[in-house]
């Protein structure tokens, strides 16, 4: 059983930075895939950003809208998962949702078997 933490939204101005963290509990958090989702108003949740293992290091994807501007990274030591978000947007707006996945897989929804309960982001333009 992994429980998820998320912190660190609030309103921020367009052009402004947040720093989200998700702490995880769990003997196993560095085995995990860990995501970011988000989702907007009226929308369905989308994938933003995700870091899992592959062979002998950690490798980033991220979703084209967030692509060189959002960084994800991890503190296994603290069992945490970060996303850096610079060069804020008003349509990043939404709740941030962490994920764990078992799985190597990172994209689809269905392969997170754990979930935080969200942090807000706003952005204003």
């Known amino acids: 059983q992994v429980q998820l933490v998320e912190s660190g939204g609030g309103l921020v101005q367009t052009g402004g930075s947040l720093r989200l963290s998700c702490a995880a509990s769990g003997r196993t958090f560095s085995s995990y895939t860990m995501g970011w989702f988000r989702q907007a108003p009226g929308k369905e949740r989308e994938f933003v950003a995700a870091?899992?293992?592959?062979?002998?290091?950690?490798?980033?994807y991220y979703a084209d809208s967030v692509k060189g501007r959002f960084t994800i990274s991890r503190d296994n030591a603290r069992s945490t998962v970060y996303l850096q978000m610079n060069s804020l947007k008003p349509e990043d707006t939404a709740v941030y949702y962490c994920a764990a996945s078992p799985s190597g897989e990172y994209y689809y929804q269905r392969v997170y078997n754990y979930w935080g309960q969200g942090t807000q982001v706003t952005v204003s333009s």
């Open positions: 870091i899992g293992w592959s062979v002998n290091t950690y490798i980033t």
